[in-house]
Nanobody, 127 residues
Framework: QVRLVESGGGSVQAGDSLTLSCVAS????????MGWFRQAPGTEREFVTG????????DYADSAKGRFTVSRDNAKNTVYLQMNSLKPDDTGVYYCAADRIAFRVPVATLENQYDSWGQGTQVTVSS
């Protein structure tokens, strides 16, 4: 399995931007598609976005489209989540996850399609 460590969470105001990072170790990073999920208090974890192993394909939840951008730097073993125009509803713990099927089509959106998970980073958006 690949080991994942997220960072970049914090407390921001509505309308602010935040960039999360997830660094992978232990395996060849480009061999994994990567995903971001989030979990708000009292809710189930939900898909936010995913990106293929080469970075050429991505998918977004409707709530993220137009505001969030996923990208990856395979030379740095890192996947990023750029979040703009944040809303209080974006509050939650954000997790990155690795899918060993690097070029799954379409990009995986279900939790059980991902093999490794990070510990999460808290994002709090105040109104």
């Amino acid at each position: 399995q690949v080991r994942l460590v997220e960072s970049g969470g914090g407390s921001v105001q509505a309308g602010d931007s935040l960039t999360l990072s997830c660094v992978a170790s232990g395996r060849t990073f480009s061999h994994y598609a990567m995903g971001w999920f989030r979990q708000a208090p009292g809710t189930e974890r939900e898909f936010v976005t995913g990106i293929s192993g080469g970075g050429g394909s991505s998918d977004y939840a409707d709530s993220a489209k137009g505001r969030f951008t996923v990208s990856r730097d395979n030379a740095k073993n890192t996947v990023y989540l750029q979040m703009n125009s944040l809303k209080p509803d974006d509050t939650g713990v954000y997790y990155c996850a690795a899918d060993r099927i690097a070029f799954r089509v379409p990009v995986a959106t279900l939790e059980n399609q991902y093999d490794s998970w990070g510990q999460g980073t808290q994002v709090t958006v105040s109104s």
